[in-house]
Structures are given as structure tokens and as C-alpha cells.
């Protein structure tokens, strides 16, 4: 049975209890007062089959709204998890990541920690663009971690490139951290590493 067609009967259904109710409710007082109603408690029967009408109307649709609001939040997870695949594709990310891997080619064939960081902060050029490619995958850990983005997309697109960057920036990325001392630096990019791995 289709949607529309359900939602249709639900309604119809909803009426059809509703006046039920209001006409028992009207016959019920009528016996009770000797077949004798004013208009007043006429009314106010009519109000109570109404409002009555209504409580069941809303409670038999609370879950068809709850339903559509959740579609609605999956598809703006979606929408923005492709926004985010497009911002990596684009050409200025592009001309971002071309510019950092001089660097990185540096950075891994350094032969320690310390000498990573002093090759990461003696290239401006190449320093900005590690931090913005970092930033991005921190934005991408931030949204799926507050589910403004869906993980399975991005985690079918992301999953391999936010691995091999890690891997090659986890050592910058501790000497950040203790260089500012503030271990926060890049948190939910390294938890998304462990939940990817």
C-alpha cells in the first residue's frame, strides 16, 4: 500500500472515530438528562469530539513525522558528505595538496621527528598547506563525529587518504602538540584514524 494512500485512510479513519465519539458522547448526556441538551452543551460536546479527534490524529502521526524528519536529516548528512568530497576535488585543493607534497616527501624521508618539524617549519608555503589539508580532514572527523555528515560516504571516499596522511603526519602532528602544549591538536582527526583503521 502506497504512502499516500495510507495516510489517506488514516485520516478518513481518524474522522470516522472522532465523530463516533462526539455522537455517543451527545447520545450519553441526552439519555442522562431526559433526551434535553442546550446548545451550550452541545457545543462543548462538539469541542470534547474535536479535541478528541485531534489527540488521536496527532498521536497516530507522530511516528510518520518522526519518519520523515529523520529522511530529511539523512539526506542532509548525504548532501554535505558530498559537499565535502567536492571541496577535495576541487582545483584550489588540488593546487593546496600539489603544493604540500614537496614537503611531504621531505617529511617522509626525514630522519626523525625533530628534523620532520624543523623541514615542516622552515617551508611557509608548505606548512600552509599541510595545515589547511589537516584542517580539512579535522572537519571532516568533527562532522561525522556530530553527524552533520554520513560516515559510510565519507568513509568509502576518505578512508585510504586520511590513513596515508595520518601515517605520514602523525609525528608532525605530536610535535604540535607538545610544541603549543595543547593535546587537543587534530583529537578527532586521530580518533578518526582509529576508528578507520
Known amino acids: 500500500m502506497d504512502k499516500t494512500k495510507f495516510s489517506v485512510t488514516i485520516k478518513y479513519i ?15 448526556y441526552s439519555w442522562f438528562n431526559s433526551w434535553v441538551i442546550t446548545i451550550d452543551s452541545f457545543v462543548k ?22 519518519d520523515a ?4 536529516i539523512k539526506q542532509k548528512q548525504k548532501e554535505f558528505s558530498i559537499q565535502l568530497m567536492s571541496s577535495w576535488l576541487d582545483p584550489e585543493m588540488t593546487k593546496t595538496f600539489l603544493s604540500a607534497n614537496p614537503m611531504l616527501d621531505s617529511i617522509k624521508n626525514a630522519s626523525s621527528d625533530d628534523n620532520a618539524l ?10 600552509h598547506s599541510l595545515i589547511a589539508i589537516l ?32 601515517n605520514l603526519l602523525n609525528g608532525i602532528i605530536d610535535l604540535r602538540r607538545k610544541k603549543s602544549n595543547n593535546l587537543r591538536i587534530y583529537k578527532k582527526f586521530e580518533s578518526l584514524v582509529k576508528k578507520w583503521s
Open 45 to 66: 460536546l462538539t469541542g470534547l469530539g474535536v479535541g478528541v479527534t485531534t489527540a488521536i490524529y496527532a498521536a497516530m502521526n507522530i511516528r510518520h513525522i518522526s
Open 69 to 72: 524528519h529523520r529522511n530529511n
Open 118 to 127: 624543523e623541514i615542516f617549519n622552515k617551508d611557509n608555503a608548505g606548512r
Open 14 to 28: 481518524v474522522l470516522i472515530i472522532g465523530l463516533s465519539i462526539t455522537a455517543i458522547g451527545i447520545f450519553t
Open 135 to 166: 584542517n580539512f580532514f579535522e572537519l571532516i572527523a568533527s562532522s561525522i563525529d556530530n553527524c552533520v555528515a554520513d560516515e559510510k560516504i565519507l568513509k568509502d571516499f576518505f578512508r585510504g587518504i586520511v590513513l596515508t596522511h595520518y
